[in-house]
């Protein structure tokens, strides 16, 4: 080959090479993969349907139903007695941070260690989190005491590259309260031992306008959503569970700054008075809401907010209540005693219910738990699956692109052994994970939920 040739085809190579790596990704894009099992639940119906089938081609669902005929050249994956279903979506976790052993041991640690150590064990939740069959989650408030790091934002956009392995985050970096509220990360601790008064850089507001500067500086930062709370909760120091904690003014701006940036609100809120004030400001769902009466629960059904109950939260607590000191347990104790009530009374009601656990309070991984406690409390097992499929999608503002296994909708599915309708405990033993077409799992977990119950790093800041 002479000189003037061969620079030809050094000229040509770029456009060759590029063909040649087009053609293999269009090739591997097209390998559809069929997924079948005894039975489906599409996050929509009413009831299973047999013989589930679903085409995934790429991050896609192609094509989904009973019986459907497979493509000659799909991948053929067999879950056999199983049901399929869209992957599972918790409205209320907190990924990077973990209160579930002695709440002391807890926040000595918390002050202890580097938040990059902290960020790193959050990893671990994230990759417990999706190998337990949640693919996406609204992750609601991350906080540091003495620190500015947003955590949740590195984690979910780490996750969002590939370079972790984890559910789709929605995240609220730092939860929106008082001073000296649920959510002042220095209530409890001696006086300036932070060296100032938190401020909106910490999420902490005493003004409307703090709250409108607080929610911008939140967006700024990476949120998706907003959290605030707007009365007392269990795992502070410094309030009682249900008082009020954010005026109706304070909430109007939260509100109003958070919605013209197309931000939805989520409020930590357990007191019944401020519940009403909350819906009445216009937020778009009431988390824990332990003392909510009838009257207030029919303000809600009306307005369509959301109620994410957060049952395990407070069985967890509940069942290891040594592990709090005296004032917590008899807070929790009184929320306990008041929240089965009021879920049952939502349920009759027909308020839309959000899945969300407060993950974070119990072992990351353990999210399932959460439907058996609901429907021990009087909801349909059909109706607890779609509160974690389509209601949260709908709640999250995600329903175009995944929360029912529909045609055109990402691949985020999942399989559970046997029947959840006959034994609603089944969704605590998904063995297959899909994310976006690519499987996380079809079998036995990397990350096991149990061992965290033994983990040393219980490290966080109270959030609820
Ligand atoms: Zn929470």
Not at 266 to 277: F, I, K
Not at 295 to 315: C, H, I, S, W, Y
Request: overall charge neutral; glycine content about 8%.
């Amino acid at each position: 080959m002479n000189i003037l040739a061969c620079a030809r085809w050094a000229r040509l190579l770029p456009a060759i090479l590029a063909l040649a790596i087009g053609t293999i990704s269009i090739r591997a894009a097209d390998n559809a993969i069929a997924l079948k099992a005894k039975r489906i639940f599409d996050g929509k119906s009413k009831s299973l349907v047999p013989n589930g089938v679903v085409i995934v081609q790429g991050d896609r669902i192609v094509d989904v139903g009973s019986n459907l005929a497979v493509p000659g050249d799909a991948q053929v994956i067999d879950l056999g007695d199983a049901t399929l279903a869209p992957g599972f979506m918790d409205a209320h976790t907190h990924l990077t941070l973990d209160y579930s052993g002695d709440y002391n041991v807890r926040r000595l640690k918390e002050v202890d260690l580097n938040v990059s150590e902290q960020a790193i064990i959050a990893t671990v939740h994230a990759r417990a989190t999706v190998e337990a069959g949640f693919t996406t989650v609204r992750d609601l408030g991350s906080r540091f005491v003495g620190s500015r790091e947003f955590v949740d934002v590195a984690l979910r956009n780490s996750i969002n590259k590939g370079v972790v392995m984890g559910p789709r985050m929605l995240v609220a970096t730092k939860g929106i309260g008082a001073s000296g509220g649920h959510f002042d990360p220095t209530s409890g601790f001696r006086d300036f031992l932070f060296g100032r008064e938190p401020d909106y850089t910490d999420g902490i507001i005493d003004s409307p306008d703090d709250a409108r500067k607080a929610v911008r500086f939140e967006v700024k930062n990476g949120a998706d959503v907003i959290k605030a709370a707007v009365s007392g909760g269990v795992l502070s120091l410094a309030d009682e569970v249900d008082t009020p904690q954010l005026t109706p003014a304070e909430m109007a701006a939260l509100v109003d700054e958070s919605h013209r940036l197309r931000k939805k609100v989520a409020v930590h809120c357990h007191g019944d008075e401020v519940a009403r004030e909350a819906i009445e400001a216009g937020v778009d769902s009431i988390e824990h809401g332990s003392f909510m009466k009838p009257e207030t629960l029919t303000r809600m059904k009306n307005k369509g907010v959301f109620l994410t109950p957060t049952l395990m939260a407070t069985e967890w607590i509940m069942s290891k209540l040594e592990n709090y000191p005296p004032a917590l347990q008899a807070k929790a104790k009184a929320a306990a005693a008041a929240r089965s009530d009021m879920f049952r009374n939502a349920v009759k009601l027909g308020v839309k219910i959000s899945f969300g656990t407060d993950a974070a309070v119990f072992p990351h991984g353990q999210n399932a738990r959460e439907f058996k406690v609901m429907v021990d409390l009087g909801m349909q097992p059909i109706e607890a699956l779609r509160s974690a499929t389509a209601n949260d999608a709908e709640l999250l503002g995600i329903a175009q692109k995944t929360g029912t296994l529909e045609k055109g909708k990402l691949a985020d599915i999942i399989a559970m052994p046997g029947d959840p309708i006959t034994d609603i405990t089944a969704t605590e033993r998904v063995f297959f994970v899909m994310k976006e077409g690519k499987i996380i799992r079809n079998g036995p977990p990397t990350v096991h939920a149990a061992a965290k119950e033994t983990d040393p790093a219980n490290v966080a800041a109270p959030v609820d």
